[in-house]
């Protein structure tokens, strides 16, 4: 199958890594809105509801805030992440077992992943999941969540930081509100872009307009860049074709 990299010749795939309420749902939503509409895309967590609505074995560990089986787990993965590529994933992986197994796939398929580390306090996660009111949002549960996440997170970027020929890492501070996250993503995108490319962009023009309905200036900053980087990928696709 023909290779189809994401952006600018570098990313075949994004990994969203971070907890339940940490904001990854929102910034998944601000890439597809501003940047790249038609992104496949999927939650581990929506996909594992759905799951479970059909299976009782699947619902009482979700109901239990219990991970999946780690097998489990990478056949959805897999299954998703090869019909979709270029896509987006947000929920893997979640401990060391499967985050070798992701390095074995992204090697074997010949990738590069961009993976998107989001970090949030847990006093801004209860309040978001509690404001939300899903019946698995229990504050026992949340907290089963948050101590898993907090034990094995390390482990998962200790191996990801292990191979640098694989993936690319963007942290982002999900305490922020959704479009100054989204705006601190994007710059991180712009410092992993190869220079080069910049070089031949002097005649680049991206209108930057802020509208009256918006409280910051977040929004222009966002359509601005993100008209940027649609230049840039028209550019290379047109000068390989």
């Known amino acids: 199958m023909k290779r189809k990299p994401l952006l600018l010749e570098k990313w075949d795939y994004i990994v969203l890594l971070g907890e339940s309420g940490g904001g990854k749902g929102t910034l998944v939503k601000n890439i597809k809105h501003y940047w790249l509409p038609e992104l496949s895309?999927?939650?581990?967590?929506?996909?594992?509801?759905?799951?479970?609505?059909?299976?009782?074995?699947i619902k009482k560990l979700t109901d239990q805030g219990i991970?999946?089986?780690?097998?489990?787990?990478?056949?959805?993965?897999?299954?998703?992440?090869?019909?979709?590529?270029?896509?987006?994933?947000?929920?893997?992986?979640?401990n060391r077992q499967q985050t070798i197994e992701l390095i074995r796939f992204v090697k074997e398929k010949g990738w590069?992943?961009?993976?998107?580390?989001?970090?949030?306090?847990?006093?801004?996660?209860?309040?978001?999941?509690?404001?939300?009111?899903?019946?698995?949002?229990?504050?026992?549960?949340?907290?089963?969540?948050?101590?898993?996440?907090?034990?094995?997170h390390p482990l998962v970027m200790e191996e990801i930081r292990t191979r640098p020929d694989l993936f690319d890492?963007?942290?982002?501070?999900?305490?922020?509100?959704?479009?100054?996250?989204?705006?601190?993503?994007?710059?991180?995108?712009?410092?992993?872009?190869d220079m080069l490319y910049f070089y031949d962009m002097s005649n680049v023009e991206t209108t930057f307009s802020a509208q009256e309905s918006e409280a910051t200036i977040n929004p222009a900053i966002n359509r601005w860049i993100c008209g940027f980087l649609h230049d840039i990928q028209e550019k290379i696709v047109c000068s390989k074709s």
Not at 114 to 120: K, S
């Open 169 to 193: 890492i963007i942290q982002i501070n999900g305490d922020y509100g959704s479009e100054i996250a989204f705006t601190n993503f994007l710059l991180s995108v712009l410092r992993l872009v």
């Open 112 to 152: 590069r992943v961009l993976v998107i580390d989001i970090h949030c306090s847990v006093e801004k996660i209860i309040e978001r999941l509690l404001a939300r009111n899903r019946p698995d949002d229990k504050l026992n549960i949340i907290y089963k969540r948050h101590t898993d996440h907090m034990y094995l």
């Open 41 to 57: 895309s999927a939650s581990m967590g929506d996909i594992f509801r759905k799951k479970a609505a059909e299976d009782p074995a």
């Open 67 to 94: 991970l999946i089986d780690d097998e489990i787990t990478f056949g959805v993965f897999r299954e998703f992440a090869e019909s979709s590529q270029p896509g987006l994933v947000d929920g893997f992986p979640r």
